[in-house]
């Protein structure tokens, strides 16, 4: 666990991979952050909450943050893969939108890490191996092809729900992904993987 959870402040100043935060009242803190969600901050001057991950060189100290608990958590999850280092998770986020880098590992989709600068295949693919394993074991069970109105229902033992749970959603934010205007009727038949994406395709369209 990271002994920096969040930072709290006012922004100074954005960069390519980075911004500037002003907390304490007079500490300035560079934090790292996908460069598709600095795009999406608002403006200099006003109040950021972040999610950080800390992490701790021998000559250096590097923060990262992330809008969302589930950006953080994804990111923590990437660099406990083995040769996937910050720069390299922060590369693969800047990419891809944490529901769709979610929705890439449930559906075995190397291409679309792949696409961060200094990732290839072969890293992308142990990054799907290595993550998909630990989600399973978080789940406690192996994800499992489930089709029919009985899946699609989103009960407790619904592996699809217990997918979204992993990640980080409520029960809550997942079963209404799962049974939105287009979910239940529309997944049945689906497979866990197919289902799973499609809700978080939902859950990043809001």
Known sequence: MSLVAGVEG???????????????GGILLRVYVPAHEISALPASGAPLRLHTRLIVREDDWQLYGFPSEQGRRLFEMLIGVSQVGPKAALAVLSVLPPE????AIVS???????????????TAE?????????LEEE???????TTGAAAAAGGTG????????ALGYSVLEARQALASEDGA??????S???????ALQRMGGR
Do not use: F, N, Y
Not at 185 to 190: E, K, Q, S, T, V
Not at 192 to 198: D, G, I, L, Q, W
């Open 185 to 190: 009727a529309a997944d049945a038949g689906l």
């Open 10 to 24: 006012t922004l100074e100043a954005k960069d390519a991979d980075s911004v500037i935060i002003r907390v304490g």
């Open 126 to 134: 142990r990054v799907i191996l290595d993550l998909k394993g630990k």
């Open 158 to 165: 619904d592996p699809a729900l217990q997918w979204l749970m």
């Open 100 to 103: 769709d880098l979610a929705a």
């Open 139 to 145: 789940i406690g069970a192996p994800i499992a092809v």
């Open 192 to 198: 866990t993987e197919e289902r799973v994406r499609s």
């Open 108 to 122: 075995s989709d190397a291409a679309a890490i792949s696409r961060a600068p200094g990732v290839g295949k072969r």
